[in-house]
Nanobody, 117 residues
Framework: QVQLVESGGALVQSGESLTLSCTTT???????????MAWYRQVPGNDRELVAS???????NYPESVKGRFTLSRDNAKRTLYLQMNSLKPEDTAVYYC????????WGQGTQVAVSS
């Protein structure tokens, strides 16, 4: 069973940067490389939203809300995703999760990002 462990969240001030990591276990490298992956975020009371995706060919896509500020990358050998977040805004405050793009794996605990104004 694939397990997802997110880390790197913190309390930061508006304009600062953070890098989140998502490590997967329970999957071999050759299988991991086949998946399109994504980062999501959720604010209490709201639906989980997609904030970045990356294909197995390393093509990335972002919604307008984070485009130009967030960068998603993957290290297949480490079965790890990274989300570099720059110029953070208070509206980026949320719990951040990773999963494959179809969200078929069990969700991890997420990592809390809080941005103060």
């Amino acid at each position: 069973q694939v397990q997802l462990v997110e880390s790197g969240g913190a309390l930061v001030q508006s304009g600062e940067s953070l890098t989140l990591s998502c490590t997967t276990t329970g999957i071999i490298v050759s299988f991991f490389t086949r998946y399109n992956m994504a980062w999501y975020r959720q604010v209490p009371g709201n639906d989980r939203e997609l904030v970045a995706s990356i294909t197995r060919d390393n093509v990335t896509n972002y919604p307008e809300s984070v485009k130009g500020r967030f960068t998603l990358s993957r290290d297949n050998a480490k079965r790890t995703l990274y989300l570099q977040m720059n110029s953070l805004k208070p509206e980026d405050t949320a719990v951040y999760y990773c999963n494959n793009l179809h969200s078929t794996w069990t969700w991890g605990q997420g990592t809390q990002v809080a941005v103060s104004s």
